[in-house]
C-alpha cells in the first residue's frame, strides 16, 4: 500500500483479555519496528524485524508480548492477560532496510479497562 | 547508553517568527539523526533525513543541522505557520543498535 497500515485503530478490552494488533508495512520495506507510546510519554522500543534474520527483542516489556512477522509482510503485536499498565498507542513503522528513513502508521490506541 | 534530549519541552511563538528546536545526544557513533513531527492522536510524520556523513538537509521552510563532535542536532523552521503547531521529535540510530532511540519531542505551538 500507500503507507504504513494499523488495524484496529482503537481497541479497548478488559484487564486479563488477549488483544492481537496488526501492521502492514510499505510494499518493499524489509525492517519492520513496534514502538509503545503512553500518554504524555516518548516513544518506547519494543521489536524490530530485518527480513529473515532473528528478530530483536529487547525492548518487549514482559513475556506477555510477543511479535511475528511472516518474511517481509505484516506483522502482528500480541498481548496476552493484558493490564491496565498496557494502555497506550502502538505504533508500527517500517524501512526499506535498518538506516533508511523510518515511515510510521496512525497506531494502535489500546485501552485496557 | 545513549540518551537523547530535547529542550525546550514546550515552545510558544507568534505567526511569522522563525525558530530553532534543539536536540542533543550523548553517544555521537549514530549511521544517521531523524526528525519527525506528531500531530494529536495522529502517527509520527517524518520531516528529514540526516545520514552521519552529512551536516545538513533541507526541505522547504525546515533545516536541520547536525553536529556529531559536539552530539546535537537543530530544527530551523523558517516563517512559521499556525499549521506547524505539533510536537517535534528528533530520533537517531546508534551503529551498535537497531532501532531509533527517541528523545521526548518539543510541543510548538504557532499563534496567529
Known amino acids: 500500500g500507500a503507507g504504513v497500515s494499523q488495524s484496529p485503530s482503537n481497541k479497548v478490552t478488559e484487564k486479563g483479555k488477549d488483544v492481537e494488533l496488526r501492521c502492514d508495512p510499505i510494499s518493499g520495506h524489509t525492517a519492520l519496528y513496534w514502538y509503545r507510546q503512553r500518554l504524555g510519554q516518548g516513544l518506547e522500543f519494543l521489536i524490530y524485524?530485518?527480513?529473515?534474520?532473528?528478530?530483536?527483542k529487547s525492548g518487549l516489556p514482559s513475556d506477555r508480548f510477543s511479535a511475528e512477522r511472516t518474511g517481509e509482510s505484516v506483522s502482528t503485536l500480541t498481548i496476552q492477560r493484558t493490564q491496565q499498565e498496557d494502555s497506550a498507542v502502538y505504533l508500527c513503522?517500517?524501512?526499506?532496510?535498518?538506516?533508511?528513513?523510518?515511515?510510521f502508521g496512525e497506531g494502535s490506541r489500546l485501552t485496557v479497562l | 547508553k545513549q540518551e537523547v534530549t530535547q529542550i525546550p519541552a514546550a515552545l510558544s511563538v507568534p505567526e511569522g517568527e522563525n525558530l530553532v528546536l534543539n536536540c542533543s545526544f550523548t553517544d555521537s557513533a549514530i549511521y544517521n539523526l531523524q526528525w519527525f513531527r506528531q500531530d494529536p492522536g495522529k502517527g509520527l510524520t517524518s520531516l528529514l533525513l540526516?545520514?552521519?556523513?552529512?551536516r545538513e538537509q533541507t526541505s522547504g521552510r525546515l533545516n536541520a543541522s547536525l553536529d556529531k563532535s559536539s552530539g546535537r542536532s537543530t530544527l530551523y523552521i523558517a516563517a512559521s505557520q499556525p499549521g506547524d503547531s505539533a510536537t517535534y521529535l528528533c530520533?537517531?540510530?546508534?551503529?551498535?543498535?537497531?532501532?531509533?532511540?527517541f528523545g521526548k519531542g518539543t510541543t510548538l505551538s504557532v499563534s496567529s
Open positions: 513503522a517500517s524501512s526499506l532496510g535498518v538506516t533508511g528513513e523510518l515511515f
Open positions: 540526516i545520514q552521519s556523513s552529512q
Open positions: 530520533a537517531l540510530l546508534n551503529q551498535a543498535g537497531t532501532a531509533l532511540i
Open positions: 524485524f530485518q527480513g529473515n534474520s532473528a528478530p530483536d
